[in-house]
């Protein structure tokens, strides 16, 4: 027969804090063949996500809050033990329920959530703004989890403590931004793509930055090419400038190795080559602007 046990009450736990409940009572109700397991139903009614683990038995999981599990643990468990991974904001019930279904017991329907407004459900009226005062560091306050995924923190989480999350494994954190102009900055975990890259006392950190133009203080710059060495002839060579257009300013730099007591120069430049003349061998770097 089913048996409820005692439920335990998660209020007192933050973030990153463990609970445990004893099963040394209840999971010899069936002796400890291996094969009479029993189940165990949990339902978290909390705003807390948890981490859960059967120590004796070796399952472990995570139970978004409002979530339901059904778990089939050794005979002769010892505890279910978890630990607060996240907690939603001024949740109106804080409790882990379990119950305990005896081996080969015909197990109930899986319940809907009923009046508790954890884990949705429920209909709220609109909001006009998000406030979050007074609660305990790392309480998430903007979150979602879509169907189908069992990240933990969600592929949104948004906490009182500065910390935001966008996207998870499954999908592609990105954040854009768009003004007057239409034109839209879009930031992703290892890009930044906008059409315009303001380069003050601001500090961007990414492996990758796709600009049109970065805008400086006075001027601009919107290609810059550097190729080499080409090594010169008596005469003239002419190469490819890598710029991808007719470059506004071209400079020559002459290997270390090579002796300064020749001269070098171009001419007749286009947006794809450019003419190297000299009057000896020499190893050389070309470098082009394009403001």
Known sequence: MSIPLTPFDLSPLAVGQSGSIDLTKIMNQGGLNPGNK??????????????VNFPVSGIGFQLPAGAWQDVNPQPGE??????????????????????????????????????????????????????????????????GLPSGDNNA???????????????????????????????????????????????????????SVTTPKILLTQGSISKISLTGPFTTVVGHITINHGLGAVPDFIFISINSTSTSAHNVYWNNTNSTTLDLYSDGILQVYVLCLKF
């Open 38 to 51: 029993p189940t165990l139903r949990l339902f978290n009614d909390s705003g807390s996500g948890l981490q």
């Open 153 to 207: 923190l969600g592929a949104l989480n948004l906490e009182n403590s500065g910390f935001g999350q966008f996207g998870d494994s499954i999908y592609q954190g990105e954040i854009e931004v768009s003004g007057p102009s239409g034109n839209a900055t879009t930031i992703t975990n290892d890009n930044i793509t906008t059409p315009d890259l303001v380069v003050g006392n601001s500090h961007v950190a990414s492996n």
């Open 78 to 143: 010892s505890s279910i033990d978890f630990t607060v991974l996240y907690l939603l904001p001024n949740p109106p019930v804080t409790l882990l329920m379990v119950t305990y279904y005896s081996p080969n017991e015909q197990l109930p329907a899986m319940p809907q959530l009923g009046n508790s407004p954890i884990g949705g459900g429920v209909t709220i009226a609109t909001a006009n703004n998000v406030s979050n005062t007074g609660q305990p560091p790392f309480t998430s306050i903007v979150y």
